[in-house]
């Protein structure tokens, strides 16, 4: 049974970092694509930065040169580095994982419903104010 569990969220002043973390469980990495998604109150989820199996990141335009997502050796914990955080980044992040590359499971970041992937964790909030 694929686990996903989320946390680093909080409360951080505009300017600062945070760090997200995903501990993954229960499948098979080399054939997941994984990735971190947001939702705001009142918007719909969307993707902002993504990991496929073969290693190759990709950022929603609104995130690119500021959030980075990586994972460990071992591929049992998936990580986003966030800085130059900004108001609009406020939202409750998921960590989620879809079978196959990325190309196949999310057509769009950024894009609300651009996505279908299988599993997902229950949300870590992050505010900036």
């Known amino acids: 049974q694929v686990q996903l569990v989320e946390s680093g969220g909080g409360l951080v002043q505009p300017g600062g970092s945070l760090r997200l973390s995903c501990a993954t469980s229960g499948f098979k990495p080399t054939n997941y694509c994984v990735g971190w998604f947001r939702q705001a109150p009142g918007k719909q989820r969307v993707g902002v930065a993504s990991?496929?199996?073969?290693?190759?990141?990709n950022y929603a335009e609104s995130v690119q040169g500021r959030f980075t997502i990586s994972q460990d050796n071992a591929k049992t914990s998936l990580t986003l580095q966030m800085n130059n955080l900004k108001p609009e980044d406020s939202a409750m992040y998921y960590c989620?994982?879809?079978?196959?590359?990325?190309?196949?499971?999310?057509?769009?970041?950024?894009?609300?419903?651009?996505?279908?992937?299988?599993?997902w964790g229950k949300g870590t909030q992050v505010t900036v104010s």
């Open positions: 990991l496929d199996v073969d290693g190759a990141t």
């Open positions: 989620a994982a879809g079978i196959g590359r990325c190309a196949q499971v999310i057509r769009a970041l950024g894009v609300p419903r651009a996505y279908g992937m299988e599993d």
